[in-house]
């Protein structure tokens, strides 16, 4: 394993080293902390105070869950963030200092330039293990608008009970290499054609596991995970179309 599973580097401030767990594996989380001085690491800010008590900023539900555990193997005071206004501080943090950090993404990558300014307002589609919609109008200003509870979870959830496969690294290498057009029935398997009488390309999805309804391709599973990883995706990004023409966004 990587020593840090993310860097961030920008001009003009300290590199950031991100290291990221599963939430289920806090022995770790605290073993990695006791083995380090964690004083310049996003994920957990460890400051000293003056009378010698260290403060842990935690976020999301483990913030909660583990705040005893915590609080016990650490000695320290657990010093709890609101979660969507983490997300939207690291989020003005990435686009105010870390380069091409914007960009759209059509037939080709278009890198945003400009104040960070004349991106708002946007719409943050936080995918963990379900989805939450945060408008963010101002580098001070957000709000949740909406949420979804098909996100990350549901796809490992289906990876374990599918193909007993439950690390997130080793599916995303699998859905690569799959193909859900041996599970999902497409476009022309209705029509038979290149395009639907409505203008539907050939191989946009009809219905998701519509072939294995017939037992069609489910003989070897972990040839076609990507039609999981596929639900997943086009669920969050149809939500997320939505609520963007809803939000102004």
């Known amino acids: 394993m990587r020593r840090y599973s993310l860097l961030v580097e920008a001009t ?3 590199t950031c080293y991100l290291r990221k767990y599963k939430t289920s594996s806090v022995e770790q989380i605290i073993e990695f902390i006791k083995g380090t001085k964690p004083i310049s690491l996003l994920c957990a800010v460890v400051n000293k105070l003056l009378d010698g008590c260290q403060v842990l900023y935690a976020t999301g539900g483990g913030a909660y869950k583990y705040e005893a555990v915590l609080k016990k193997e650490l000695n320290v005071e657990i010093k709890k963030v609101d979660e969507m206004r983490a997300v939207q501080l690291g989020l003005t943090f990435v686009l ?20 960070i300014g004349d991106l708002w307002p946007l719409l943050v589609v936080n ?16 709000e949740r608008v909406s949420g979804s509870m098909i996100g ?4 490992m959830g289906l990876a374990n009970m599918l193909i007993g496969i439950n690390d997130f ?10 193909d859900n057009a ?4 497409m ?6 054609q290149t395009t639907s009488p409505y203008g539907l390309q050939a191989d946009i999805i009809s219905s998701s596991f519509g072939k294995a309804a017939s037992g069609v391709g489910i003989k070897r599973r972990k040839s076609f995970f990507e039609s999981p990883s596929k639900v997943t995706i086009d669920q969050t990004t149809d939500f997320r179309f939505v609520f963007a023409r809803q939000t102004g966004t």
Not at 127 to 137: N, P
Not at 152 to 155: A, I, K, N, P, Y
Not at 169 to 178: A, N, T, Y
Not at 182 to 185: A, L
């Open 12 to 14: 003009g401030i300290p």
């Open 96 to 115: 105010e200092k870390v380069k091409d950090s914007a960009f759209s993404f059509l037939s080709e990558c278009k890198y945003l330039s400009g104040e």
């Open 127 to 142: 995918v963990g293990s379900g989805v939450s919609m945060i408008k963010v109008s101002g580098a001070n200003s957000f």
């Open 152 to 155: 990350g979870g549901t796809l």
């Open 169 to 178: 690294e080793e599916l995303f290498e699998l859905s690569k290499k799959g």
């Open 182 to 185: 041996k599970v999902d029935m």
């Open 187 to 192: 476009v022309r398997d209705l029509y038979g």
